[in-house]
């Protein structure tokens, strides 16, 4: 069974980083898109960041030039590196990946940006 675990998450000050981790698990052949996405209270779950296999990413405008999305494909993980956060940052983030053919989500990590 795969199965997608985040970690990193947790409470800082606005201006603070972060570093979430997202490894896949279970039988896996192959990994195509992988992302972040986050929801906050009363809000649709919207795209962070995304990348594929070979490395080619996408981002919200809303985080260009502070957040950076990588993966390890070796180690069926991938990575977001949270600079300069903002209040509005604040949300549950989760990882997301396109396996084989079907599409997997983490249970989600909790980001607090205090101001």
């Known amino acids: 069974q795969v199965q997608l675990v985040e970690s990193g998450g947790g409470l800082v000050q606005a201006g603070g980083s972060l570093r979430l981790s997202c490894s896949a698990s279970g039988i896996i052949f192959s990994i195509s898109r992988m992302g972040w996405y986050r929801q906050a209270p009363g809000k649709v779950r919207e795209l962070v960041a995304t990348i594929t296999s070979s490395g080619s990413t996408t981002y919200a405008d809303s985080v260009k030039g502070r957040f950076t999305i990588s993966r390890d494909n070796a180690k069926k993980a991938v990575y977001l590196q949270m600079n300069s956060l903002k209040p509005e940052d604040t949300a549950v983030y989760y990882c997301?990946?396109?396996?084989?053919?079907?599409?997997?989500w983490g249970q989600g990590t909790q980001v607090t940006v205090s101001s």
């Open positions: 997301n990946a396109w396996i084989e053919t079907n599409g997997y």
